[in-house]
């Protein structure tokens, strides 16, 4: 996490995720060799990816070995630490995992919780203050989470949640009751 020009250091979302798409394809090429013949082959490629950007690539033999070796490859990424590549990228992206666009909206964040969703005593920050990056899609946060919602972050850049040009809407649905008797 990296302090900024303002002196507010970046916060990542808490189910940040350093890969975010994975791709297996089988790549074929037609050899060719004046001793042993010439016929199609094919390997098959692994590409470990954030927010469109490759940050790994690996190849095996086959399909079923890629799927296999995937978890290496993930282990070798992941395990790692986070890829100056992925430090990189996030400089400039949306917070929300996966998403593409550029930021466009800061939001201070005004109160940190812990994992299980308590509020953090504000002294632990020794004053520092920190934000969280969102495009236009993503820049409502909603009222759900405590940390990551609308009512918990501050706009610097003049731009919050009503700045949000998301139309895409998902409704839950009632399961019904459970009577347990």
């Known amino acids: 996490m990296s302090a900024d020009?303002?002196?507010?250091?970046?916060?990542?979302?808490?189910?940040?995720?350093?890969?975010?798409?994975?791709?297996?394809?089988?790549?074929?090429?037609?050899?060719?060799?004046?001793?042993?013949?010439?016929?199609?082959?094919?390997?098959?490629?692994?590409?470990?990816?954030?927010?469109?950007?490759?940050i790994a690539s690996h190849t095996t033999h086959d399909m079923q070995a890629a799927v296999l070796d995937l978890g290496h490859a993930w282990l070798h990424v992941d395990g790692c630490g986070i890829p100056d590549k992925v430090i990189e990228v996030e400089r400039t992206k949306c917070d929300q995992p996966s998403c593409k666009n550029d930021a466009i909206a800061r939001l201070v964040i005004k109160r940190h919780t812990a994992t299980d969703g308590q509020w953090l005593d504000a002294s632990a920050y020794g004053g520092h203050r920190w934000y969280r990056q969102f495009c236009s899609v993503h820049v409502r946060r909603g009222d759900c989470s405590r940390e990551d919602s609308d009512d918990n972050y501050e706009p610097i850049d003049g731009i919050g949640p009503e700045g949000s040009t998301n139309t895409q809407e998902s409704p839950a649905s009632f399961g019904g009751f459970v009577v347990l008797e």
Not at 19 to 32: A, G
Not at 33 to 52: A, N, Q, T, Y
């Open 5 to 54: 020009e303002k002196g507010l250091a970046h916060k990542r979302l808490p189910k940040f995720e350093v890969i975010d798409e994975v791709r297996m394809r089988i790549v074929p090429r037609y050899k060719t060799s004046g001793m042993s013949g010439d016929e199609w082959r094919h390997h098959v490629e692994i590409e470990l990816l954030f927010k469109g950007e490759l």
